[in-house]
């Protein structure tokens, strides 16, 4: 049995070989395995962990009992994707496995360990008719709304392939096998999501937006989004999850903006921070009209830079209008949109944001946007540093970062823009 801690041995083997030509690794920050940037068909980062890996522990039968925390939409083939549980060897309470809501604190080894028990089930459906596939799609729409994990009988064609899925947008999984049938216990849904769900004359925006109000988790309205549980009656469909993680972050930042945009500004400069899985999440708020950047530095033998010499350092921004096109930087953009709006609202303040990322050695894995929209939030639930002016908290960051300031300003348009644009009132005088 491979034991997790062994996996971070292996992905840094597999980084300390040259994987990629450099320039095919300076790439690589940008696609996160993801865009093919490299024109190669597959990641031949992840490919090469996967080889690694492949004797990790199978699950040794063509079925598996346990409690489905969740469930998973894949995008591969789409509009024909597939879906199914994520079912552990595990009665009772799995709900931990499935929300990242509580993984602040916890180590790359631990989310190794119980994602990589979670095994997925593969049913090939239409995400346009969703309808015309029966029980297994029904059922995991149910599972998808439920407020506990479901105790779920899932039997599959083959063994499940003994391999953990690594993706820079969701969380990872383990093993997974077409799935032959699946047959789940008593289930309560989460009244919230059912409420939503039952009114088929609200929009699906509205009902993101309504079950946010009512304090559901986020990651549970993603699930249930992914799964077409909302919106009026003809148009539903079923979503891949990482464009339903996506979609319920930038729906609700999207909307919290519209009202942050009418708040005063804050009257100081503020400094955020937290520090997990190697990760230095900075958050700077200035005195200034809402505009947002999201900028990350990844060093070399981190998971998106395994063969670079240098730190390669990405970003995106809006101004006070938002933006009206897809953030280059992924889906940790609209992760982190909402957490810093989230806050502005709840301090009923307005401000100029920018977060800087800096991913360290350390971070081997990919393990979803969560890890930034939690880093976010979790920095924002602290104390913050206050500062008169954006150079003092500047000088106080540089303490905190190891890159040089200068490097992130040059790196970021809205620093740029809050150092060196002048400013009608720089000219008034008394």
């Given amino acids: 049995m491979l034991d997790p801690g062994q996996t971070q041995h292996i992905f840094k083997e597999c980084h300390s070989k040259n994987l990629l030509g450099e320039r095919e690794g300076s790439l690589c920050v940008a696609c996160k395995g993801t865009k093919m940037l490299c024109a190669k068909e597959r990641c031949p980062i992840l490919v090469k962990f996967y080889a690694k890996l492949k004797n990790m522990p199978k699950i040794d039968s063509s079925s598996i009992y346990g409690s489905a925390p969740g469930v998973f939409v894949g995008r591969h083939g789409y509009p024909q994707v597939s879906i199914g549980p994520l079912v552990p060897p595990v009665i009772g309470d799995t709900s931990e496995?499935?929300?990242?809501?509580?993984?602040?604190?916890?180590?790359?080894?631990?989310?190794?360990?119980?994602?990589?028990?979670?095994v997925r089930g593969l049913f090939k459906v239409n995400v346009k008719r969703p309808e015309k596939f029966g029980k297994i799609v029904?059922?995991?729409?149910?599972?998808?709304?439920?407020?506990?994990?479901?105790?779920?009988d899932a039997r599959f064609y083959k063994?499940?392939?003994?391999?953990?899925?690594?993706?820079?947008?969701v969380q990872p999984f383990g093993p997974s096998a077409p799935l032959k049938s699946v047959e789940i216990g008593n289930f309560r849904l989460d009244q919230r999501i059912e409420k939503a769900h039952y009114d088929t004359d609200l929009g699906s925006r509205d009902a993101v937006l309504e079950m946010y109000d009512n304090d559901t988790l986020v990651t549970r309205i993603q699930k249930a989004f992914s799964m077409g549980a909302f919106g009026h009656k003809r148009s539903r469909k079923i979503v891949p999850t990482r464009q339903s993680i996506t979609a319920v972050d930038s729906i609700i930042s999207e909307t919290l903006?519209?009202?942050?945009?009418?708040?005063?500004?804050?009257?100081?400069?503020?400094?955020?921070?937290?520090?997990q899985l190697d990760n230095r999440f900075i958050v700077l708020m200035t005195p200034e009209p809402w505009s947002y950047?999201?900028?990350?530095?990844?060093?070399?033998?981190?998971?998106?830079?395994?063969?670079?010499?240098?730190?390669?350092?990405?970003?995106?921004?809006?101004?006070?209008?938002?933006?009206?096109?897809?953030?280059?930087?992924?889906?940790?953009?609209?992760?982190?949109?909402?957490?810093?709006?989230?806050?502005?609202?709840?301090?009923?303040?307005?401000?100029?944001?920018v977060i800087l990322r800096e991913a360290h050695s350390g971070y081997i894995m990919p393990v979803g946007v969560w890890n930034v929209r939690e880093n976010v939030r979790n920095a924002l639930k602290g104390p913050y540093s206050s500062f008169n002016t954006l150079e003092g908290a500047l000088?106080?960051?540089?303490?905190?970062?190891?890159?040089?300031?200068?490097?992130?300003?040059?790196?970021s348009a809205v620093l740029k823009?809050?150092?060196?644009?002048?400013?009608?009132t720089d000219f008034w005088s008394g």
């Fill in 97 to 118: 496995m499935d929300t990242p809501e509580r993984w602040i604190g916890k180590t790359i080894d631990d989310i190794v360990g119980f994602r990589s028990s979670l």
């Fill in 417 to 424: 823009d809050s150092r060196f644009q002048k400013r009608l």
């Fill in 395 to 411: 000088m106080y960051i540089q303490t905190r970062f190891d890159i040089p300031i200068k490097r992130w300003t040059l790196n």
């Fill in 293 to 353: 950047e999201l900028v990350e530095a990844w060093y070399p033998d981190t998971v998106w830079n395994p063969a670079g010499r240098e730190i390669m350092i990405i970003s995106d921004h809006e101004g006070y209008e938002g933006r009206n096109t897809y953030a280059s930087i992924g889906g940790c953009y609209y992760a982190a949109r909402l957490a810093t709006s989230e806050y502005l609202l709840k301090e009923k303040r307005q401000a100029k944001v």
């Fill in 257 to 275: 903006m519209d009202e942050v945009r009418q708040l005063p500004l804050i009257n100081e400069y503020r400094v955020f921070e937290s520090w």
């Fill in 159 to 169: 063994k499940p392939y003994g391999r953990i899925e690594l993706d820079d947008e």
């Fill in 138 to 152: 029904d059922d995991m729409l149910l599972l998808s709304m439920s407020s506990d994990p479901v105790d779920t």
